[in-house]
């Protein structure tokens, strides 16, 4: 995969661009040190992924993440940051962005999230994560609501029991003997059902219920 770093730091940059550089299949493109650079460097380089820092000079990351989504809806956006606030992380899924990780996140766990953008999944860095379901807990218990697991059929609960650990549709297909694009069918419905759009909430959903350990 094609990464175009982006972060107002220089050093920030050539540290990431070290270790992604050694990691096998990902090859570092291009940089940028805000967000109007950043959108240049990804008309002309067309990368698979931009690694972008939410808060620059001149234009953020999220504003950035936006204007890149909307010219190049193919381009993968991924924020690293310093941020665990729920707000920007809500703004940078917003603005489009596939992933939200940590630069105190390690090289594996940062390598590890841009596979899985790549591979067509949302990638949150695990501290983020624990915080987003403690805070979705809280607000059902406040607003009391009722389960909906009820309307999802066993099938549609096994999988969604598979996703929220994190499983590919690959790897569900071959866990459940189901082709990917049935697996991909039985998805749709349950995003439909749950009313969620996307498998992040999906997986936050059936963590919030006690699917995981049910």
Same mark, same amino acid.
């Given at each position: 995969?094609?990464i175009?770093?982006?972060?107002?730091?220089?050093?920030?940059?050539?540290?990431?661009?070290?270790?992604?550089?050694?990691a #096998?299949? $990902?090859?570092?493109?291009?940089?940028?040190?805000? /967000? !109007?650079? =950043? +959108?240049?460097?990804?008309?002309?380089?067309q990368?698979?992924?931009?690694?972008m820092?939410?808060?620059?000079?001149?234009?953020?990351?999220?504003?950035?993440?936006?204007?890149?989504?909307?010219?190049?809806?193919?381009?993968?956006?991924?924020?690293?940051?310093?941020?665990?606030?729920?707000?920007?992380?809500?703004?940078?899924?917003?603005?489009?962005?596939e992933?939200?990780?940590?630069?105190?996140?390690?090289?594996? #766990?940062? $390598?590890?999230?841009?596979?899985?953008?790549?591979? /067509? !999944?949302? =990638? +949150?860095?695990?501290s983020?994560?624990?915080?987003?379901?403690?805070?979705?807990?809280?607000?059902?218990?406040?607003?009391?609501?009722?389960?909906?697991?009820?309307?999802?059929?066993?099938?549609?609960?096994?999988?969604?029991?598979l996703?929220?650990?994190?499983?590919?549709?690959?790897?569900?297909?071959?866990r459940?003997?189901?082709?990917?694009?049935?697996v991909?069918n039985h998805?749709?419905?349950?995003?439909g059902?749950?009313?969620?759009r996307?498998?992040?909430?999906?997986?936050?959903?059936?963590?919030?219920?006690?699917?995981?350990?049910?």
């Amino acid at each position: 995969m094609r990464i175009l770093l982006v972060d107002d730091h220089a050093l920030v940059r050539g540290i990431l661009a070290r270790f992604l550089s050694q990691a #096998e299949g $990902i090859q570092v493109v291009g940089e940028a040190g805000n /967000g !109007e650079e =950043a +959108l240049v460097a990804a008309r002309k380089l067309q990368p698979d992924i931009v690694l972008m820092d939410i808060r620059m000079p001149v234009s953020n990351g999220i504003e950035a993440t936006q204007r890149i989504k909307e010219e190049m809806p193919g381009v993968k956006m991924v924020a690293l940051t310093v941020s665990e606030d729920m707000g920007d992380l809500a703004e940078a899924f917003k603005s489009g962005a596939e992933g939200y990780m940590l630069k105190s996140a390690t090289p594996e #766990e940062l $390598i590890a999230g841009l596979r899985q953008v790549w591979g /067509g !999944e949302t =990638a +949150l860095s695990s501290s983020v994560a624990a915080r987003v379901f403690r805070e979705l807990r809280q607000e059902s218990s406040r607003r009391g609501v009722l389960s909906t697991v009820r309307h999802l059929s066993p099938r549609e609960v096994e999988i969604l029991r598979l996703v929220a650990e994190g499983a590919s549709n690959k790897e569900i297909g071959a866990r459940l003997s189901l082709s990917e694009s049935t697996v991909r069918n039985h998805m749709h419905h349950v995003l439909g059902k749950l009313q969620v759009r996307n498998r992040m909430q999906a997986a936050l959903f059936a963590e919030s219920r006690g699917l995981l350990s049910s």
